[in-house]
């Protein structure tokens, strides 16, 4: 990992860098493999996490189950050094992506369904029964807060950008941030067939982008267990009131999106 560490950071201070940072399951993956398509000569890094507290528990958890370390967690690693000694004097430009909250805690849940029941498959948890049994435990799962604080915890503790003191225009569904250094761009997934072309073009200055879709839990082994849930799923009002009422979700998304979030969660009929 050392290596790995070192040869990452040499790429940071020698090259101005393209950072794909951002929580889980927003649809990164997506946007680090349409950029790596291009073929563009500079480094472009994937990674989620910018605290070492974070890292440090990972890591343990990784060693614990007699995993290597992610490639993931060394880039996290690298940025964090680089960052320290001051290679953020290039221009490094950052692109994270956001989700709406829900959706996004239930794809990361499914994500590591098989870790969370060793026991788990397709013909087990078929049944009305099983999806409430996983709804039970979707809700009591540490999962929720996370999409609420990633911003703060994160970007705005690495680079000193702070997402929320500017408005996010939700009409053009992305918006760039100009930092000391590094510049930021942040988009919508819920969007990102339509607005990720005119946001690279104008963060980047690239013409030829197009998205490769990569990583879609609709195409994972569980991708039936997943439709089921999201199909059947009820949530409670009071969850449901939390994560649409959060600073987050209002300042991404409208007032009329974030009603239309609350229907679907709740199985609501649609005022018309």
Not at 250 to 256: A, I, L, M, P
Request: hydrophobic share 40%; proline share 3%.
């Amino acid at each position: 990992m050392k290596v790995k560490i070192e040869h990452i950071m040499q790429e940071l201070k020698e090259k101005d860098a393209i950072l794909i940072c951002q929580m889980g399951k927003v649809g990164s993956s997506t946007v680090a493999d349409s950029l790596k398509a291009l073929e563009l000569n500079v480094p472009i890094l994937h990674f989620h996490h910018l605290t070492y507290k974070t890292l440090e528990l990972l890591e343990k958890k990784r060693i614990n189950a007699k995993r290597p370390v992610s490639k993931h967690l060394s880039i996290s690693r690298a940025v964090l050094a680089a960052i320290e000694k001051g290679y953020d004097v290039k221009k490094w430009k950052i692109i994270s992506l956001t989700r709406e909250p829900i959706a996004r805690s239930i794809s990361v849940f499914f994500h590591h369904i098989n870790k969370r029941f060793p026991d788990f498959n397709v013909n087990l948890y078929s049944s009305s029964e099983k999806i409430e049994f996983l709804v039970t435990k979707f809700l009591k799962s540490s999962l929720h807060n996370l999409p609420l604080t990633w911003f703060d915890q994160n970007i705005k503790q690495a680079f000193n950008i702070d997402v929320f003191s500017d408005n996010f225009d939700k009409k053009i569904k992305y918006k760039i941030y100009k930092g000391n250094h590094p510049d930021l761009l942040v988009l919508r997934l819920e969007n990102i067939n339509e607005c990720a072309e005119p946001a690279i073009k104008d963060f980047l200055g690239i013409d030829n982008f197009s998205i490769i879709k990569s990583n879609i839990g609709s195409e994972k082994k569980y991708s039936r267990i997943y439709q089921n849930f999201l199909d059947s799923v009820k949530l409670p009002e009071s969850y449901i009131e939390k994560m649409y009422s959060s600073r987050y979700a209002e300042y991404f998304y409208s007032q009329e999106e974030l009603e239309e979030f609350k229907t679907k969660w709740s199985k609501q009929d649609k005022v018309v």
